[in-house]
């Protein structure tokens, strides 16, 4: 007996998913058929979890619950298994031997209670190209998979992505349609919609009950003939009206009018519409408008202005001396406000300058000192002639400290470059692996000197990088430094790198160092903010480090996000949008 063929599987699918059958169902019946295509498997289905870096359980007949249930939940990591390796990197991962592979180390136990030696993972994509699930197989015996087992997981991962979209899809419409009958069927008033078309077509799309009320005609009339809207608008009133979404539609400015509308009873009431455009993609204007019924508003209005006719001189001016004394007194409390806050801002200033003018004084000071002594020594030639290797060690000396003068002065002119908005990038085509390793070169000596150890874990292949690649350095040398500088002997500095289409490009530095207190963590990133910031305190630093990246990454449209604890350590992320990686496949590269 054959096996089906992928046209008949896909049809039956599609026939689930019309019919409206559960996703968990259809998945299982993915599986269920692969099994059958290839003996000796298991199959399994992770779904990305939505607004979430973790795979949940999509469907998995064969394997049992309590392994189910321990992988549920895996997080998208380059070091978390097959599954959560491929929807990192959004490419296959084969594990001939999961007892061997570093992926699995946190999962071999799970693996051998289980009896499970090999596994593959396919990432599953959505039309547009993101990661939204995998296809893992799984062997009882080591081994790889040959190429035309390949070709029939990729088909049934293909029916995988069809059905997980199209639930998404199904889940997406249901909640916004959801959301928008409650909304309107809550709302003290009208809801419209319309469309205006390129040729200045309009059409009436949406609308709530409280139309028909008004109008006196039904919903599907009303859609059907939508002029039928404007036969109860007062006729001076309705030319307006008219103009005013029109202009509304043009400009793509939101407009808020007020007209009247007389019912069938002779009764008039006060509208105002408040009225958001937008433009869709095909250029196709949708107007999203809402009605109040302003009539008693308009009632209070006529009344209150009959009855200011009505007072006497006296009155009147009375009215006036206290609208002199009110003008007066908004006038003083204005005053006042001003000059707290303007009080309140010059000393914080004040304090902003003299911490930043004490740190600047003690960290030019230090190097400026050592350069003047050690040219003192030169010039009085203390060891010796020119040429004695304690010169060569001095003139070296000297060049450090003039380096650490140099980046402190730098720092404080690329921040102010930055503040300014003076400052580009210059982007181009980046080789991560070679960016990270030149940082780490240059301190190496550092870490040496430190006695920390400065680690590098960064897959083999990466895609390029669209970004300034000198600002790129730059961030990575400052989280790197800092990340050495608050870190005592014998402690690890790690750097990471990973890429996935929907958590965009990853940098990670993570340290075993002392930490910051959670409290501490938005001082640290504001402008020459340092958790200590006394005198004499152990740690030189102008504080820019960290407000420096941060402002460099945004200006890349990223992040830069700190997770610390005290006696621990910190990890710094600093995260690229996705929109600046090439999107080609990673066998390519």
Not at 60 to 86: E, F, M, R, V
Not at 122 to 149: D, H, Q, W
């Amino acid at each position: 007996m054959t096996s089906p063929s992928s046209s008949i599987l896909q049809n039956s699918i599609i026939r689930l998913l019309a019919q409206g059958e559960r996703l968990n169902a259809v998945l299982a019946e993915i599986c269920e058929s692969l099994e059958e295509r290839l003996p000796n498997i298991k199959a399994a289905i992770l779904i990305v979890a939505p607004n979430s870096d973790r795979l949940i359980h999509g469907s998995a007949p064969s394997l049992p619950d309590s392994y189910i249930q321990a992988i549920n939940g895996l997080p998208i990591s380059p070091s978390s298994g097959s599954c959560g390796t491929a929807a990192a990197l959004g490419s296959r991962v084969i594990t001939p031997d999961i007892m061997i592979d570093p992926k699995w180390r946190n999962f071999i136990a799970l693996a051998r209670t289980h009896g499970i030696r090999a596994c593959w993972s396919e990432p599953i994509f959505s039309g547009n190209g993101v990661v939204i699930g995998t296809l893992a197989i799984y062997r009882t015996e080591v081994g790889t998979p040959e190429e035309p087992e390949i070709k029939i997981a990729n088909e049934f991962k293909d029916l995988a992505s069809l059905a997980i979209q199209h639930r998404n899809s199904i889940d997406a419409h249901t909640e916004a349609h959801a959301r928008l009958s409650s909304l309107t069927a809550n709302i003290p008033g009208i809801v419209l919609q319309w469309t205006f078309g390129t040729d200045n077509k309009k059409t009436l799309t949406f609308m709530s009950d409280g139309v028909s009320e008004i109008s006196g005609f039904s919903r599907d009339t009303l859609i059907q003939s939508p002029k039928l809207l404007l036969r109860n608008i007062q006729p001076e009133d309705r030319r307006d009206l008219l103009r005013a979404l029109d202009q509304c539609a043009l400009s793509g400015e939101p407009v808020t009018h007020d007209f009247r509308v007389k019912r069938d009873t002779g009764q008039v009431l006060w509208f105002r519409l408040l009225v958001q455009p937008r433009r869709r993609s095909d250029n196709v204007t949708v107007c999203d408008a809402l009605g109040l019924d302003i009539t008693d508003h308009m009632e209070f209005e006529r009344r209150l202005e009959e009855s200011q006719r009505e007072l006497n001189a006296k009155f009147i001016e009375l009215q006036r001396t206290k609208g002199r004394l009110e003008v007066q007194t908004n006038a003083l409390i204005r005053t006042t406000d001003e000059v707290t806050k303007a009080r309140d801002m010059a000393e914080d200033a004040s304090r902003a300058k003299s911490e930043f003018l004490s740190n600047m004084s003690h960290e030019l000071r230090t190097p400026l000192n050592a350069i003047m002594g050690f040219s003192d020594i030169i010039r009085e030639q203390t060891f010796g002639p020119v040429g004695s290797t304690k010169y060569r060690d001095y003139a070296r000396d000297i060049n450090d400290a003039g380096r650490h003068l140099l980046e402190l002065i730098n720092s404080v002119l690329d921040f102010s470059k930055i503040e300014s908005g003076n400052e580009e990038l210059f982007e181009e085509w980046i080789n991560v692996q070679d960016a990270i390793q030149s940082v780490t070169r240059i301190l190496h000596d550092q870490a040496q000197r430190s006695d920390v150890s400065l680690a590098i874990e960064v897959p083999e292949k990466l895609p390029p990088l669209f970004a300034d690649e000198q600002k790129l350095r730059q961030i990575l040398i400052n989280l790197l430094s800092n990340a050495l500088k608050f870190t005592d002997g014998g402690g690890t500095v790690t750097v990471t790198a990973w890429y996935s289409a929907s958590g965009g490009y990853v940098f990670q530095v993570v340290d075993t160092g002392i930490g910051i207190a959670l409290e501490d963590i938005p001082k640290a990133l504001g402008l020459f903010g340092q958790v200590d910031s006394a005198f004499n305190r152990r740690y030189e630093g102008t504080g820019l480090g960290l407000p420096l990246s941060k402002s460099l990454a945004e200006m890349h449209g990223g992040s830069l996000d700190i997770q610390s604890q005290i006696d621990v350590g910190t990890t710094v992320t600093v995260r690229f949008p996705s929109e600046r990686v090439i999107r080609k496949s990673v066998e390519s590269l």
